[in-house]
């Protein structure tokens, strides 16, 4: 159980992380192409400091994603709008990636990941079912969630 002094510390941090991802998202240029970028949510790592934060950051990190995708509704080309969720929280990002100059393939074809697996209940806890789907990579050791919408 969490001491509820650490909770609130912990709570306002996933709080200033989330809103300053969604800083990040606000400054993009939509009418602009995008090579992977993302953005770290968790950029300093202190949801590793215990079990119970991987579910906050990683609910967090969903909720960045779909802000993401609210602020790219709008965009004339099309775009690939995905989340990545890991057991290391410092690893949780939202990405975007699309057509671009770098000579990066588009769209990116998620070759490895298995899509709609069996799933940890952190994870499936903080992703919409309706809306959007999982996928992993990985083996015991780490494995990466995917988090895309339904299309």
């Known amino acids: 159980m969490m001491d509820r002094r650490y909770r609130k510390r912990m709570q306002a941090y996933w709080a200033r992380a989330e809103a300053r991802g969604r800083r990040q998202i606000d400054r993009l240029d939509m009418n602009s192409w995008f090579d992977f970028w993302h953005v770290h949510v968790d950029w300093y790592g202190r949801g590793n400091t215990g079990p119970e934060n991987v579910p906050e950051i990683a609910a967090a990190t969903v909720r960045l994603l779909q802000y993401l995708e609210t602020f790219a509704k709008d965009r004339s080309e ?3 709008l995905w989340a990545t969720l890991c057991s ?8 975007a990636h699309s057509r671009n100059p770098n000579g990066t393939a588009y769209p990116h074809g998620f070759h490895a990941v298995d899509w709609d697996p069996t ?3 952190w994870v499936a806890a903080a992703v919409p079912v309706g809306t959007h789907q999982i996928g992993s990579v990985g083996d015991a050791g ?3 969630y995917f988090v895309r919408r339904r299309g």
Do not use: L, R
């Open 78 to 80: 099309p775009i690939q």
């Open 119 to 121: 799933v940890p209940d």
């Open 142 to 144: 780490e494995v990466v």
């Open 88 to 95: 290391n929280t410092m690893d949780n990002a939202v990405h």
